[in-house]
């Protein structure tokens, strides 16, 4: 069930807003707990291979590249979806350079971005405002709160962006903390900072499928260095319950080149299922995540959230090629993998769990500005996937704060 009546505003905005752990390494996660020195050999040419593959991804790393909610006042209903990007010179909310949870790779400003409108556009949903960001009125509403981030690097934008929001709403800068002294990395599984003054913790758990990689059986062909096993959630899902919110993504790691172009074929119930194409691998992986929600999630507690697909703007296949403009696109384009679009409203629709589907596919689309092009870190890649901190991310993360805040059934940090 999507929760759909979940966003009550009056259309003119009036309503305010209102709106630990240890580190660990992320190769672990790919050998079976039981496995043990009769499985060396095994584990060595594994470790091996998912070097190479680990290498692979962080040297080639590059992703192509998701609908919130809706607001109804008075018997109006409202997709904060569907608008445009207004000029808003209150924009934007925080400096990624005094930030220290933005990472580098996204602070466009910092890494030699001089042109500087793209940081002043705000999400105007078409038949009702979302009410503006408000860090001190966000933080004491989220305290003693556990929200949880899952997914890609996505997901790690998401979260950092919201770190760095609140961090406005914060004075003793130095109270917000990563509690393994951790510093953010691509690769890294877990990041979790934690709000001293407010109890509050803002975690991040990277898991770009969602399911659980492994070994693949015995006996299979030999290009079959992995699997995903469609039927297994990620093992780390047990670190991902007893939140307050929880916010998922998965879609970019769904692609021939990150799958079988590195020896990772699917799996499910102990079978390899060499044929399967990726969009009916990504909807079996999506049921399994779903049907975890319905058994696992406590959802009088855990407001669950599913991002979209972020749309990237490439201007070949080969993402080689892209060109970030000064202004936001006109119409809606960009590559939206909407095939996943359509099996998540699929999927999500027939969940008897209430799950907020945060549609940003859309508002995506028109930000062909948006992106780190080359002004990430290292600056020698060029990036038309992920976008520059300040900025869209910040639009998810409003969103996602007025979603919370503005639901009436759960009364959210009232
Ligand atoms: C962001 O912060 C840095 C470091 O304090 C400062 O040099 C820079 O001017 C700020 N940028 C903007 C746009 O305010
Ligand atoms: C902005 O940077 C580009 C290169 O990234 C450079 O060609 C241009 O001259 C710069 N403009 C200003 C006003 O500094
Ligand atoms: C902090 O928040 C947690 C829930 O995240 C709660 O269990 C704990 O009692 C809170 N501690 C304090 C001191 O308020
Ligand atoms: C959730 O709330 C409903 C209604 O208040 C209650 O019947 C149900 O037992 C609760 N579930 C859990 C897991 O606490
Ligand atoms: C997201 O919004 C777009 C545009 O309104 C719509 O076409 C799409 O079906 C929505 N996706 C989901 C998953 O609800």
């Not at 001089?114 to 009125?137: H, M, Q, V």
């Not at 393994?180 to 934690?194: A, H, M, P, R, Y």
């Amino acid at each position: 069930m999507v929760s759909s009546a979940a966003w009550s505003f009056s259309r003119s905005s009036s309503a305010r807003l209102s709106t630990r752990t240890t580190s660990f390494n992320s190769h672990r996660k790919w050998f079976p707990s039981a496995a043990a020195s009769s499985l060396s050999l095994i584990a060595i040419v594994f470790l091996f291979s998912s070097l190479v593959c680990a290498f692979y991804l962080f040297t080639v790393w590059r992703i192509p590249a998701p609908d919130p909610e809706f607001f109804s006042g008075a018997g109006q209903y409202c997709d904060v979806f569907a608008g445009s990007w207004i000029l808003d010179d209150a924009y934007p909310i925080y400096n990624s350079s005094e930030c220290p949870f933005a990472e580098r790779g996204f602070n466009c400003l910092g890494n030699g971005r001089n042109d500087t409108g793209y940081l002043r556009w705000r999400w105007k949903p078409s038949s009702c405002d979302i009410p503006r960001f408000d860090a001190r009125e966000a933080l004491r509403r989220l305290r003693g709160k556990r929200i949880v981030f899952v997914g890609d690097s996505m997901s790690r934008t998401q979260w950092e962006s919201f770190i760095c929001m609140l961090m406005t709403g914060v004075d003793d800068k130095q109270s917000v903390y990563e509690v393994n002294g951790n510093q953010i990395s691509k690769t890294i599984g877990f990041l979790g900072v934690k709000f001293g003054g407010f109890n509050l913790s803002v975690e991040f758990f990277r898991s770009v499928f969602l399911v659980q990689q492994g070994l693949p059986p015995k006996q299979g062909p030999r290009r079959v260095r992995s699997t995903l096993k469609l039927d297994t959630l990620d093992v780390m899902n047990k670190r991902w319950m007893n939140s307050d919110v929880l916010v998922f993504n998965t879609g970019h790691w769904w692609t021939a080149t990150k799958l079988f172009e590195i020896g990772c074929y699917f799996q499910f119930g102990g079978l390899l299922k060499l044929g399967l194409p990726v969009t009916a691998a990504f909807k079996m992986a999506l049921e399994t995540w779903a049907s975890w929600v319905e058994t696992s999630v406590n959802t009088n507690r855990t407001h669950v959230f599913l991002r979209t697909f972020e749309p990237s703007h490439w201007s070949d296949s080969k993402q080689k090629v892209c060109e970030v403009t000064d202004q936001p696109a006109s119409e809606a384009i960009g590559d939206d993998r909407s095939e996943f679009g359509d099996i998540i409203r699929e999927v999500v629709g027939k969940m008897r769990a209430s799950v907020t589907v945060l549609n940003v596919t859309l508002m995506g689309k028109f930000r062909s500005d948006a992106h780190v092009g080359t002004w990430g870190y290292p600056s020698s890649i060029l990036d038309c996937s992920h976008w520059c901190l300040p900025g869209v991310p910040d639009a998810w993360n409003e969103l996602l704060l007025s979603s919370l805040f503005t639901n009436d059934w759960r009364k959210f940090g009232k």
